[in-house]
């Protein structure tokens, strides 16, 4: 199994640009989010989702967006992409019932920058 | 104030030495998760635990759900545990996890 995996690894966007995140997992999990880890501060939850076609907010979710088509892929969509948005972008997911009952299992993570 | 406290920031040991790192949370959990976060970047999980205590080779996670605190300890600790740890609570009734900011350990040589 492949696990978690997130492309691109690096990431250079102008502001006003947008792109997306991709994420995809192997293992079948329900339970699928994002995360950003920015210099000083733990890490933050963008959105998340708890199984194919249901997704909702986390902690910082403006200037994002997300769907979940298929339980195995989760993208991360920057609309028009600001400074403030860079940061290393992290996807993770676990089984059913989330981290509430089952380890999270992480992706490698994205860089990305802003200019 | 963030509601997972982790301490020490930092913490530098030589090898050899007992590691303990602190974790409080000020919030009904479901869960507290301790994460490893490499130079590299990649994040893996260690524990996850609701109760009591667990043990996986050198590494030994504890939690007392009444004073909201749980420890990370690494016995007989070695260059290759140099990281950064991560403390995450899952509050009561959601799935969403709330991180601390970590706690880089460096162990020398």
């Given at each position: 199994n492949a696990g978690v995996t997130q492309t691109p690894k690096f990431q250079v966007l102008k502001t006003g640009q947008s792109m997306t995140l991709q994420c995809a997992q192997d293992?079948?999990?329900?339970y699928m989010s994002w995360y950003r880890q920015d210099p000083g501060m733990g890490l933050r939850l963008i959105h998340y989702s708890v199984g194919a076609g249901i997704t909702d907010q986390g902690e910082v979710p403006n200037g994002y967006n997300v769907s979940r088509s298929t339980t195995e892929d989760f993208p991360l969509r920057l609309l028009s992409a600001a400074p403030s948005q860079t940061s290393v972008y992290f996807c993770a997911s676990s089984p059913r019932g989330g981290s509430s009952y089952n380890e999270q299992f992480f992706g490698p993570g994205t860089r990305l920058t802003v200019l | 104030k963030n509601e997972v406290e982790q301490s020490p920031q930092n913490l530098t040991a030589q090898e050899g030495e007992f590691i303990t790192i602190n974790c409080s949370y000020s919030v009904g959990i479901s869960a507290l998760h301790w994460l490893q976060q490499h130079p590299g970047g990649g994040i893996v999980s260690l524990f996850m635990l609701s109760s009591g205590k667990k043990k996986h080779g050198r590494l030994i996670a504890t939690i007392n759900i009444q004073e909201k605190h749980s420890s990370l300890h690494i016995t007989?600790?070695?260059?290759?545990?140099s990281a950064v740890y991560i403390c995450a609570a899952t509050q009561g009734g959601s799935e969403k996890l709330v991180f601390g900011k970590g706690t880089k350990l460096t162990v020398n040589p």
């Amino acid at each position: 199994n492949a696990g978690v995996t997130q492309t691109p690894k690096f990431q250079v966007l102008k502001t006003g640009q947008s792109m997306t995140l991709q994420c995809a997992q192997d293992m079948n999990h329900e339970y699928m989010s994002w995360y950003r880890q920015d210099p000083g501060m733990g890490l933050r939850l963008i959105h998340y989702s708890v199984g194919a076609g249901i997704t909702d907010q986390g902690e910082v979710p403006n200037g994002y967006n997300v769907s979940r088509s298929t339980t195995e892929d989760f993208p991360l969509r920057l609309l028009s992409a600001a400074p403030s948005q860079t940061s290393v972008y992290f996807c993770a997911s676990s089984p059913r019932g989330g981290s509430s009952y089952n380890e999270q299992f992480f992706g490698p993570g994205t860089r990305l920058t802003v200019l | 104030k963030n509601e997972v406290e982790q301490s020490p920031q930092n913490l530098t040991a030589q090898e050899g030495e007992f590691i303990t790192i602190n974790c409080s949370y000020s919030v009904g959990i479901s869960a507290l998760h301790w994460l490893q976060q490499h130079p590299g970047g990649g994040i893996v999980s260690l524990f996850m635990l609701s109760s009591g205590k667990k043990k996986h080779g050198r590494l030994i996670a504890t939690i007392n759900i009444q004073e909201k605190h749980s420890s990370l300890h690494i016995t007989a600790s070695h260059p290759r545990d140099s990281a950064v740890y991560i403390c995450a609570a899952t509050q009561g009734g959601s799935e969403k996890l709330v991180f601390g900011k970590g706690t880089k350990l460096t162990v020398n040589p």
